[in-house]
T-cell receptor, first 114, second 112 residues
Framework: DGGITQSPKYLFRKEGQNVTLSCEQNLNHDAMYWYRQDPGQGLRLIYYSQIVNDFQKGDIAEGYSVSREKKESFPLTVTSAQKNPTAFYLC?????????????FGNGTRLTVT | DQQVKQNSPSLSVQEGRISILNCDYT??????FLWYKKYPAEGPTFLIS?????DKNEDGRFTVFLNKSAKHLSLHIVPSQPGDSAVYFC???????????FGKGTSLLVTP
């Protein structure tokens, strides 16, 4: 079955530690995205990548980093510089790089930092 | 600045009745609109979409209406079922856009 796999589903970290969230897709999509969901805030774009070895900042990129070494993979690192890292993180992919018509989402990773 | 707005955080509807979820947008460059449904602890799933060249798109119990002059769209669910209880996100994209812009979501509760 084609889809997007995010792991782990729940992640706990101590403040001051970097943590990497995994996202893998087997849909052969060019574009991949990271969104963050907070209560009452909707989905906010962190980073996106339209092609391998290229990525761009979204609306709330501060305190995050990404890499896109393979088409299938787009890991997100939440660094200690991120002031409010506790959130639900969603990875998505899209066939098209421009004029995005639809996003396919993974089931998310809930990160709790204490 | 929020370019896609869902001003009702929640909505409660009786089973069998119509659910109407509203969405407003400010960016006149948006030309494609989507609705996503999301259950807790899961990723959003695509529900229905509409291009700006249309004013209505229907798929089974779900219909989306677009009023370009008012920069407003709505999702109608009829008849509503308890399984429709979820958070619904409105999203939009522009011709030059690189991602979808999402609203804050409306939590729909369908009661038996």
């Amino acid at each position: 079955d084609g889809g997007i796999t995010q792991s782990p589903k729940y992640l706990f970290r101590k403040e001051g530690q970097n943590v990497t969230l995994s996202c893998e897709q087997n849909l052969n999509h060019d574009a991949m995205y990271w969104y963050r969901q907070d209560p009452g805030q909707g989905l906010r774009l962190i980073y996106y990548s339209q092609i391998v070895n290229d990525f761009q900042k979204g609306d709330i990129a501060e305190g995050y980093s990404v890499s896109r070494e393979k088409k299938e993979s787009f890991p997100l690192t939440v660094t200690s510089a991120q002031k409010n890292p506790t959130a639900f993180y969603l990875c998505a992919s899209s066939e098209q790089r421009a004029q995005v018509r639809a996003l396919h989402f993974g089931n998310g990773t809930r990160l709790t930092v204490t | 600045d929020q370019q896609v707005k869902q001003n009702s955080p929640s909505l409660s509807v009786q089973e069998g009745r119509i659910s109407i979820l509203n969405c407003d947008y400010t960016n006149s460059m948006f030309d494609y609109f989507l609705w996503y449904k999301k259950y807790p602890a899961e990723g959003p799933t695509f529900l229905i979409s509409i291009s700006s060249i249309k004013d209505k798109n229907e798929d089974g119990r779900f219909t989306v209406f677009l009023n370009k002059s008012a920069k407003h769209l709505s999702l109608h669910i009829v008849p509503s079922q308890p399984g429709d209880s979820a958070v619904y996100f409105c999203a939009a994209s522009a011709n030059s856009g690189y991602a979808l812009n999402f609203g804050k979501g409306t939590s729909l509760l369908v009661t038996p």
